[in-house]
């Protein structure tokens, strides 16, 4: 018991509360003696609190589905790709007037563009969401195939395929990766694991699909035939739409302030910080003083290097230049070990990042 002017005080814990000048010590619920006899005043000192809902990634359920579809996409797409040497002999055949370094320029088309539009790519997410983006992605690409079947040139491939292919598969990869994250959190190393292997078994399988097929039909059919498969995974959006209507709602207490937050957002911005708050987050421009996001983003620069569309112009410059064969391999080995240099670089600072998914993809 503690005594403060005429009041007496029954104290619990050493917590201390200032009322009214007088310091009382008291637990969550408290006795105070008043002066009337046999009368006390509960007061009670826990902070307000309010129950909210929030959903929160099911670490699974329906994500698998989505993991399994993701695999499918890049199974396709990157397997494409990677099947550069197949499909760039049937357009030297074709048209035979095309260099190899020519039809070079049509996946490395694909490959810049792909990465150009990240930053379009993300705005979209953020607007319409993984669903109409992945469709949207499958699309263009199906177009580029479709108008890819009147080509009478390289150069007519490099504006077909090469700007169509390359701007659906940003919007593809970005939206079905970002997508399947989202459904996991102890889990997603497998998750993603699934998802990005796609990509690695299409490069190994797809040459033997592709081969046979644009022997069987010809260049011009067999890109008909991948517009329809293109057009037909244009569904997949369907699985991608509304992630978080498949994830669990969730109550949880949180202070009443916090709570009125929540369901209160700030006043209205002006337009002028409207539109530069949506430029900052469009192209991220805000981390361009990040050192650790300029140093990630050299670091992809540096990996960029290591791809075949990159050391094919290099090899086929070098030749016509006049190098011998041992300066090419020799300037091949130093690409190549640049490429893994940065590669580590950045393995070890993604893991540090502080970024969002999509602004890494910036």
């Known amino acids: 018991m503690s005594c403060v002017g005429d009041k007496t005080v029954s104290t619990g814990d050493a917590k201390n509360v200032h009322l009214s000048g007088m310091s009382i010590s008291l637990e969550a619920s ?58 760039r002999a049937f357009v030297v055949a074709e048209f035979p007037d095309t260099t190899t370094t020519d039809a070079a320029w049509i996946s490395g088309c694909i490959g810049t563009l792909s990465l150009m539009t990240s930053p379009l790519t993300s705005g979209l997410l953020a607007r319409y969401g993984n669903g109409p983006v992945v469709s949207a992605g499958c699309i263009i690409c199906a177009l580029g195939f479709s108008i890819s079947c009147f080509a009478t040139s390289a150069v007519y491939l490099i504006g077909s395929l090469g700007v169509c292919v390359g701007v659906g598969s940003s919007f593809m990869i970005t939206a079905s990766v970002g997508c399947t994250g989202k459904f996991f959190t102890t889990r997603k190393p497998m998750a993603m694991t699934i998802a990005l292997s796609g990509g690695c078994l299409g490069a190994i399988i797809m040459p033997y699909i592709l081969r046979p097929l644009f022997n069987a039909a010809g260049m011009h059919y067999g890109f008909l035939a991948l517009a329809g498969i293109f057009a037909l995974l244009s569904l997949s959006g369907l699985i991608y739409a509304n992630p978080e209507s498949h994830f669990p709602l969730e109550e949880k207490e949180v202070p009443a302030e916090e709570g009125k937050d929540a369901t209160n957002p700030a006043a209205e911005k002006t337009l002028r910080e409207k539109v530069r708050t949506a430029v900052m987050e469009l192209m991220a421009l805000r981390y361009l003083r990040h050192p650790l996001f300029l140093t990630m983003a050299f670091s992809v620069f540096a990996v ?46 993604a893991s540090k990042s502080p970024l969002r998914r999509t602004s890494e993809y910036t």
């Open 304 to 349: 960029s290097m290591g791809s075949p569309h990159f050391l094919g112009q290099i090899s086929g410059q070098a030749k016509r230049l006049g190098a011998s064969a041992d300066k090419i391999s020799l300037l091949t080995l130093l690409v190549q070990l640049a490429d893994l240099l940065a590669r580590l670089v950045y393995g070890m600072l």
């Open 30 to 87: 408290r006795s105070v003696a008043t002066d009337v006899p046999n009368t006390s005043v509960a007061i009670d000192m826990k902070e307000p609190m309010v129950l909210v809902s929030e959903r929160v990634a099911p670490d699974g359920g329906y994500g698998w589905l989505v993991s399994a579809m993701t695999f499918v996409v890049t199974f396709l797409l990157t397997g494409f790709l990677k099947s550069f040497s197949v499909w």
